[in-house]
């Protein structure tokens, strides 16, 4: 039993230290995460397209060597 005792009472001591360590932070407003948000976004979709591109000559060109 005390080992139980000891484990929830290791288990408070945790979440109370989590509590102390968020309330240090400093989280973005609404427009900060928003813009960064879309930067993420737009460079997902330009990597996407370059890796699509890169596909598509290496396809080529390996279609190429094949024939």
């Known amino acids: 039993m005390n080992k139980l005792a000891q484990s929830v ?13 968020l309330l240090k932070c400093t989280w973005p407003t609404r427009k900060e995460l928003f813009g960064q948000s879309v930067v ?5 979709i330009i990597l996407g397209a370059f890796v ?16």
């Open 40 to 44: 993420v976004v737009i460079s997902v």
């Open 9 to 21: 009472g290791n288990l408070r001591t945790f979440i109370h230290e989590v509590k102390v360590e």
């Open 52 to 67: 699509g591109i890169c596909d598509l000559v290496n396809m080529g060109l390996l279609e190429f060597i094949i024939r």
